[in-house]
């Protein structure tokens, strides 16, 4: 390798989008090189200090959480105060290791070559590598796929230290379990992280600028959501804007408009922005957002066609589900697949304790555009599976076109929400309306599904006047179901 080296596909970045794209160029029989700068962590945010880790720390806290409704709070306060930080550690560095190997094990097994460096680009087919040690060389290629990612927005008045003042980086490095901690922000980091510690019995604020958490998810959903956190003891103050904070000893004061908290530990979780930084990007004529976002048109090219871009680093809606998606198919449309098309309905998960999920559109979004609908709603205390598990806050709606009758959105709050929401995904692509629940589908009984068809119930008597009021017990409904033939 070196200086006239050759390739079908540089991807720079090793992230769900990266790697994606890099498989996917391989299985078509294309020399593929994937630049990573620390490729003793191949992976990026998504494996080492983002999905992977913290989703492991929340399925730890909610499977201790779940034990609650059938053993009692002296249970779970008994498994909680045998918990610590090392442990901790320990499982979502497990978690991360185990991820990182299958990755590793699928890379190397397809011949992608992962390149050690950090990537310049200095012209549409040429990739500098500039290695941690040794000279620079170029790398020739046909194209080039940006996947750097994203990191926290780090404002330069904020004090982060790493360990009293912290960004989501840094929280997965904290080496003891706090008592109390302040997040600023309310959107999905700033919420799941707050359930982990309130599951921890850490003492925990939320603060935000905006009168709403989760402002880009169901309005309803999201009312639903911060009932549950606040019966974990969350306490959310919204409508304040930080003015400064003020790190005295082993505490930080964070002084809002109106508010002043103290805590041990101080969380800014109000943003990220994408990694474009140092890449060359302006000397072929890309240029970026504010967020330091590349634009994409829908097949993910740049404005320089054998440039594309994929994932965190063209901005929303940056999960690593979507990422993975968009890789796949950049790569599938530089070597020719020009009828590539991203999909229509994509699901959201925000990983809360219990989840919440969200798949096409929300209720204030149908109210915008002004197009008529009906809500059909199940909660989980009226699902068997629901009230066996012992589950206090649930809730499946379906948004439902009142001419069509087709399902325009599923949100679910509740346990397993993002698991449940791949069947409202997958009846919205088959273009199934609200009859179809009711008339074709059958669910196993006892299972959260079921929320479905009392969803359905729900939506069509709405719809129609002389259907029976919804039945609010599943036994009810199961005979209510098997006379609709």
Known sequence: MGLGSEYDLIVIGSGSAGVQAALEAARLNKKVGLVEKHPERVGGAWIHTGTIPSKTLREVLAAIRSVHSHLGAHWVDRLVANLSSTKLHIRAKTASMDEEKIILHQLIQNQVEIIRGSAYIESPHEVRINPVDGETYLLKTAF??????????????????????????????????????????????????????????????????????????????????????????????????????????????????????????????????????????????????????????????????????????????????????????????????????????????????????????????????????VVGRARYDQIARGYIRGDSHGLMKLLVCSKTHCILGVHIFGADAANLIHIGQCCMIAGMNIHDFVNSIIFNFPTLAEGYKIAAFNAIAQLDSSCQVVPQSTPNLRALASSTG
């Open 144 to 373: 080039i796929l940006i996947a750097t990612g994203s990191k926290p927005r780090r404002p330069p008045e904020i004090p982060f230290d790493g360990w009293r003042v912290v960004d989501s980086d840094d929280i997965l490095r904290v080496e003891s379990i706090p008592r109390s901690i302040s997040i600023y922000g309310a959107g999905v980091i700033g919420c799941e992280y707050a359930c982990i510690f309130a599951a921890l019995g850490v003492k925990t604020y939320i603060v935000d600028s905006r009168t709403r958490i989760m402002q880009f998810m169901d309005q309803e959903l999201g009312e639903e959501l911060k009932k549950s956190m606040e019966e974990m003891g969350v306490i959310f103050e919204l409508g304040h804007h930080l003015q400064r904070l003020e790190v005295e000893g082993p505490s930080v004061k964070a002084v809002y408009d109106g508010l002043t908290l103290e805590t041990e530990l101080f969380f800014f979780a109000a943003g990220r922005e994408s990694c474009t930084d140092h890449l060359g990007l302006e000397r072929v004529g890309i240029k970026v957002t504010e967020r330091k976002a590349i634009s994409v048109n829908r097949f993910f090219q740049t404005t320089v066609p054998n440039i594309y871009a994929a994932g965190d680093v063209i901005g929303p809606p940056a999960l690593a589900s979507t990422s993975l998606e968009q890789g796949r198919l950049a790569c599938s449309h530089a070597f020719g697949k020009t009828n590539v098309k991203f999909p229509e309905f994509y699901p959201i998960g925000v990983y809360t304790i219990p989840e919440m999920s969200s798949v096409g559109h929300s209720e204030e979004e149908l109210k915008q555009s002004g197009r008529p609908y």
